[in-house]
């Protein structure tokens, strides 16, 4: 029997010694308990836990009569069919690093800062978030740095801070789940099995109305706000900063316009990454003066201001909250989320390769009888996931591989699946207290979780969208 046939279906032997549901069930409870325990209460590595949960999965499939050799084939044939988007994933880690040393992203927070006005902080925390989250690829940065001087400036206007620090954290994760800088975005295509701008473009079917239900919410918020104030101290050290670190120019644009023109010409992800990275390093050699060694180093390990060719004074008296937010990017960087892509992965091929996979999809798929039920269990079971663990990595990549044969079966195209879990997983995950995200957005923003979470309208209104779609039939995508 061939390796394709065995990706596709379990052989008969498999089948006929497929494991009851309760035995199933064992491994995919002990992951729940050990990622509810180690990590969420004694914050251990979820790596290690991962493959833990993998260990009993794989004495669950030997009990079954599964091989250590078909095991560990389950496991190659998943990563050979991921390597090609891992290695996209890579590459996002140079592009950033190349951006941030060429000026690029830089210099387009800088511009973007320049355009805020008093009037509707709300509504302007929220669009200035989400530019410099989409912008950046990183929702932490985002709320970490103009997400701290939106709140200075709402504090100055006597604003409504909870309803500030939600439109922060919702702009911020507007562009976590768009930006094809952010790790999720590229993460969620990997799981569901689809490509990246596949997957992009898809995602507007939900989050362009959740976007405009935000909006129009925090526009109500601003038209009974009262304006006033001055301009803040905060977002003038930004732009100061930035300023005196940087060397402007239009030609900087073009590293973006790149990525944007083999969007929308479909061109493949890899080579036009790696093409704007190779542009961007050039670009930073003119505009900025650095050296090749630099250049190269930020690829690698990101992007660091001491790169640059400013004074040791000036290095000195930088903004620590720019410092964080212009010192990013490299392969380095993407390590965590492509070790845990991989601890998950052999978790979910030892579980499919013995049937207990299949097993739990089957009776799960017996209360499943229209697309909207399917769309609704793996919004659940993203929430569930991201309610347990507080992270975003395994509420995508977990769910993803549960349902991705469930849809492929009713004939639904995978980025149906890979915009459920960015709907439901990604930008649930803030809106937990006791997740990272939870923790650090209170910390930076000085709002409790608590408080500002009704007001991260964006963060649940999306799958609220996806589950009515899915009833509807709108936007919902066959297979070709």
């Known amino acids: 029997m061939s390796h394709e046939h065995d990706t596709t279906t379990l052989t008969d032997d498999v089948k006929d010694k497929r494991p009851p549901l309760g035995w199933s069930l064992v491994p995919l409870a002990a992951m729940l308990v050990l990622l509810a325990v180690g990590y969420g209460v004694l914050g251990l590595a979820p790596e290690p836990l991962l493959i833990l949960s993998a260990i009993i999965a794989g004495l669950v499939a030997l009990r079954m009569g599964l091989t250590w050799e078909e095991m560990l084939l389950g496991i190659r044939e998943k990563l050979d069919t991921a390597m090609p988007a ?3 994933l890579i590459s996002i880690g140079i592009l950033i690093g190349t951006w941030m040393i060429a000026g690029t992203i830089p210099m387009m927070i800088y511009y973007g800062l320049g355009l805020i006005s008093a009037q509707f902080i709300v509504l302007i925390a929220f669009v200035i978030s989400a530019i410099v989250s989409v912008i950046t690829g990183t929702s932490w940065g985002s709320a970490g740095t103009v997400g ?46 689809t490509t990246l701008w596949e997957h992009i473009r898809h995602m507007f079917y939900t989050t362009i109305p959740a976007t405009v239900v935000a909006l129009a919410i925090y526009l109500f918020v601003g038209i009974n706000q009262q304006s006033g104030g001055t301009e803040s101290d905060q977002i003038t050290a930004v732009t100061g900063t930035l300023d005196s670190l940087f060397s402007f120019n239009v030609l900087l644009l073009l590293p973006m316009l790149i990525v944007l023109g083999g969007a929308v010409l479909k061109l493949p992800t890899l080579p036009t990454v790696i093409g704007s990275s190779l542009v961007a390093g050039i670009l930073a ?47 380095a960087s993407m390590t965590g989320v492509i070790l845990i892509a991989f601890s998950a992965f052999a978790f979910a091929c030892i579980m499919s390769k013995s049937g207990a996979l299949e097993t739990i999809i089957r009776s799960l798929l017996k209360f499943v009888k229209r697309t909207g039920d399917l769309v609704l269990s793996t919004v659940l079971s993203c929430i569930t996931m991201a309610v347990v663990t507080g992270n975003s990595y395994l509420s995508i990549i977990v769910p993803g591989e549960l349902f991705k044969q469930a849809y492929a079966d009713r004939g639904l195209d995978a980025k149906n ?12 995950v803030p809106l937990v207290p006791w997740s990272s995200a939870g923790v650090y957005m209170a910390g930076v923003l000085g709002v409790s979780v608590l408080d500002y979470a009704p007001w991260a309208v964006f963060c649940y209104v999306g799958f609220a969208f996806a589950i009515i ?12």
Not at 162 to 176: L, N
Not at 469 to 480: C, E, P
């Open 86 to 88: 891992l290695l996209v």
């Open 148 to 193: 701290v001087a939106l709140m200075g400036i709402a504090a100055g206007l006597d604003a409504p801070l909870a309803a500030t620090a939600g439109a922060i954290v919702a702009g911020a994760y507007f562009g976590d789940k768009l930006s094809p800088l952010s790790d999720t975005t590229n993460l969620a295509p990997i799981a569901a099995g």
């Open 285 to 331: 050699a003119i505009f900025q003066k650095v050296s090749l060694e630099s250049i190269f180093a930020s690829t690698v390990d990101g992007f660091t201001p001491d790169m640059l060719e400013v004074g040791s004074s000036t290095l000195e008296s930088l903004d620590p909250d720019v410092v964080e937010l212009v010192s990013q990017g490299g392969m």
């Open 417 to 428: 699946l890979s915009r459920t879990l960015e709907d439901s997983g990604t930008v649930v």
């Open 469 to 480: 779609l899915g009833y509807t039939g709108i936007g919902i995508a066959k297979r070709r």
